[in-house]
């Protein structure tokens, strides 16, 4: 088992080092490290964007989360799954320039799992690509996995 273990991503713990933001509801953004969550608080449309920086360069590998559903009570709305409908993730070294995507992709579902080869990054942005008809874009319990180091 400790040979397999070697070469599985490992999560970076997330800390008050990080700094989150987000075009929408940034105020909220840190929240999507927790269960409590963050979301867009308005339909999803392509371009809303969510950032994280790091206080210094990882090898980023994925990137999980949960989108809960929404609504569904009683006398409510009917419920609405607020995973992304398309997204996009890039990385930059300084905030400022960013390359190709890293990935691209589709969600399906309250669990998002997000894999990509590995690449040094000190900013990760995940932006949406498609529009939803009426769900917001959230997320809950964000992890970002680094490459496992070579020994």
Known sequence: VAELTGSLP???????SWKVTASHAAENAAAALTLGGWSTGTRQEPG???????PAAATVTEIEFNSPVVGGGRAGPP??????RGYRVEVSADGVTWGVP???GEGNGANTTIVFPPVPARFVRIST???????????QRLRLYQAPSRR
């Open 79 to 84: 419920p609405m799954a607020t995973f992304p």
């Open 129 to 139: 690509t498609a529009t939803a008809d009426a769900a917001p874009w959230s997320m």
């Open 10 to 16: 490992v999560v970076l713990p997330a800390d008050s």
């Open 102 to 104: 890293v990935a691209e």
């Open 48 to 54: 809303m964007w969510f950032q994280i920086e790091l």
